[in-house]
């Protein structure tokens, strides 16, 4: 249990939703934890599968023909780094939320914070992961899986020491929002077709493991792991998000992260425009 028990903190076992609407929620909790003293800690998925870019990453690195025939969904985080392909069964996905003014100051001591519970889901599920011991180059710099392995805040796996769950931080009105993506299996067609770029799948293959191969459970026995490693981390209550949060996050998600202006061009919609 980390130092942040004691406090007000839910566990939301989330629905598996579209990549805008998910994006969404995590502003929502954000408003919820600094207006109503709730933190929270969530696992989901996405459906259907989802490209989310990073914060600055440019338009033209996507295949948006690759993404239209597979049926991807394609949205722009709040945080930096590379863009991630995200199945809808192969990743599984976690967001911590909490106030700014209870978790350290420093990027890197609150990143280590931060992850306690993603490496002790690890330890559950029998994953032999730790935070990468030392730099590895790019391979391709705009996909998050192939970019630059950085100690700070990636996972790596295995003897290999490959890459196995990627981490971002944002603060959003006073409150600090970290979300990642665990590979549960690897796909990899669909990790480099979602690129416009000519990458090799043994390329993703190579430098990124997953909990399937590592360990050889079931999905839903990883997601029950990381969510109980996240409950027990702030010793948080089971819960679900108020209809209010709902259909904010809804309409968040139609002005902002489900836009072709946000996803190509970071812009966001005024109220009421179309």
Not at 10 to 21: E, F, Y
Not at 113 to 127: N, T
Not at 208 to 231: M, W
Request: aromatic share 8%.
């Amino acid at each position: 249990m980390s130092k942040l028990a004691g406090r007000d903190w839910r566990l939301i076992r989330d629905d598996p939703r579209d990549g805008a609407t998910q994006m969404a929620l995590e502003e929502i909790a954000a408003r919820t934890a600094l207006e109503d003293d709730v933190r929270t800690v969530r696992t989901y998925s996405w459906e259907p599968s989802a490209l989310s870019l990073g914060y600055r990453q440019a338009a033209d690195t996507v295949d948006w023909d690759f993404c239209e025939r597979e049926g991807i969904d394609v949205t722009r985080r709040q945080t930096g780094g590379g863009g991630i392909y995200h199945d809808r069964d192969a990743d599984i996905s976690y967001t911590i939320v909490a106030p700014a003014d209870e978790v350290p100051g420093n990027l890197m001591d609150c990143y280590e914070l931060f992850c306690e519970p993603i490496l002790a889901a690890f330890d559950r599920m029998g994953v032999d992961a730790g935070f990468a011991a030392a730099e590895q180059d790019a391979i391709y710099q705009p996909s998050c899986y192939l970019r630059d392995i950085n100690p700070a805040h990636d996972i790596v796996a295995g003897e290999a020491a490959k890459k196995i769950s990627g981490n971002a931080q944002y603060r959003q009105r006073d409150v600090v929002i970290q979300h990642g993506s665990i590979s549960y299996a690897l796909e990899p067609r669909a990790h480099v077709g979602v690129f416009d770029a000519d990458i090799d799948e043994a390329t993703f293959t190579d430098r990124v493991t997953s909990i399937r191969d590592e360990a050889g459970i079931e999905r839903d026995e990883a997601v029950d792991a990381i969510a109980r490693s996240l409950q027990d981390w702030c010793d948080a209550t089971e819960s679900t998000w108020r209809d209010g949060e709902l259909e904010a996050a809804q309409a968040l998600a139609d002005r902002k992260f489900g836009t072709d202006a946000w996803a190509r061009d970071r812009e966001v919609l005024e109220t009421g425009e179309q």
